[in-house]
């Protein structure tokens, strides 16, 4: 009986999986469709400035589900960057496929110049663009990715010198510590000065660096180390627990609901940051006895 009951329970596995490989076909194509016309481009006589184009997230690592979209890095050469940038991203966007909706440039640290082009299939791409003098080592840079082709070998060489890079988790927390407290004290402004929606909107900074924080306790970076984007995956990452623990951070329309979820923050990144040097043995007295005043302050007028 257990025997016919294991043997259901595959059939049902095998039948679910078959239906998932029939849901994914159509957008895998997509993605094999799009990037053999990225390959083509090294032939393009249009844009003769792109040098190297490289695939990285999880498309470039084959781990993409329906809903990825395609992050795409290109070297051009050192020609006028602002020339190609504002007079030849939507010719290159235009020759991948039909685009509906173009944004960009917007300059991201790490990545370069970045533009969203939204095609027709509803395929989202990202395109992160650099000149070789622009070009900056990362850690983010060593992981997995595809170049789908290199005229000079110049891309090829920079990528395989800096894989194994490690991050640097001290400079990553100094970082996030100044940002937190900063935004900090811009959120009591914005409650003294009942700018509610301000205060809101401003509370999602903090959040992200209350994920950042318990990222690094747990040794658990973020998706393709982007330490940018800490929120991605958290749930998977760091279980439900911390999920449900962060929902604390939320807050309704309302001052009160606001300083409650703000004084929470406050005291929790206080309490985490003092564990976290401690565990480290990092020296940041002077920075810890900024913080702790700044909460004193903060919980007597708000309290």
Same mark, same amino acid.
């Given at each position: ?11 049902? %596995?095998? $039948? ?17 469709? =799009? ?26 690592? #084959?781990?993409?589900?329906? =809903? ?19 007079? *030849?991203? &939507? ?6 496929? &039909? ?14 110049? +970045? =533009?969203?082009?939204? !095609? ?6 990202? /395109?992160?663009?650099?000149?070789? +003098? ?5 850690? %983010? ?12 070998? !110049? ?25 937190? #407290? ?5 959120? #009591? ?20 660096? %209350? ?15 982007? =330490? ?7 749930? *998977? ?16 329309? $309302? ?6 979820? /703000? ?28 913080? $702790?005043?700044?909460?004193? %302050? ?6």
């Amino acid at each position: 009986m257990q025997s016919n009951q294991e043997h259901k329970k595959k059939q049902k %596995m095998a $039948s679910e999986n078959k239906e998932l490989a029939a849901d994914l076909t159509v957008p895998l194509n997509g993605f094999h469709l =799009f990037l053999k016309k990225c390959q083509a481009l090294e032939l393009d006589s249009n844009i003769h400035e792109v040098e190297a184009i490289v695939i990285g997230g999880s498309v470039g690592r #084959w781990e993409m589900d329906i =809903f990825s979209d395609v992050d795409l890095f290109i070297l051009v050469s050192d020609c006028n960057i602002s020339d190609f940038l504002h007079l *030849k991203m &939507r010719t290159l966007a235009s020759l991948l496929g &039909r685009v509906l909706l173009f944004r960009g440039p917007v300059f991201k640290e790490v990545f370069g110049y +970045s =533009f969203t082009v939204l !095609y027709d299939t509803f395929l989202t791409c990202q /395109f992160n663009v650099n000149s070789r +003098s622009t070009l900056t080592a990362s850690p %983010m840079c060593g992981l997995e990715h595809r170049v789908l082709f290199d005229k000079t070998g !110049y891309c090829t060489d920079f990528l395989r010198n800096v894989k194994g890079l490690e991050v640097d988790e001290q400079t990553i927390f100094l970082e996030s510590f100044s940002f937190f #407290w900063l935004r900090a004290r811009g959120i #009591w402004k914005d409650i003294k000065r009942n700018d509610l929606w301000l205060a809101i909107r401003h509370l999602s900074d903090l959040r992200d660096q %209350m994920f950042i924080l318990e990222r690094l306790l747990r040794r658990t970076p973020p998706p393709g180390l982007n =330490f940018q984007l800490p929120s991605k995956r958290i749930e *998977k990452d760091l279980g439900q627990e911390i999920s449900c623990l962060f929902r604390q951070t939320l807050c309704d329309y $309302s001052r009160e609901s606001i300083r409650d979820a /703000f004084l929470f923050c406050i005291r929790w990144f206080l309490e985490d940051a003092i564990i976290y040097l401690s565990r480290e043995g990092a020296n940041c007295e002077d920075e810890l006895k900024v913080a $702790s005043h700044l909460v004193s %302050m903060i919980e007597r007028d708000l309290t």
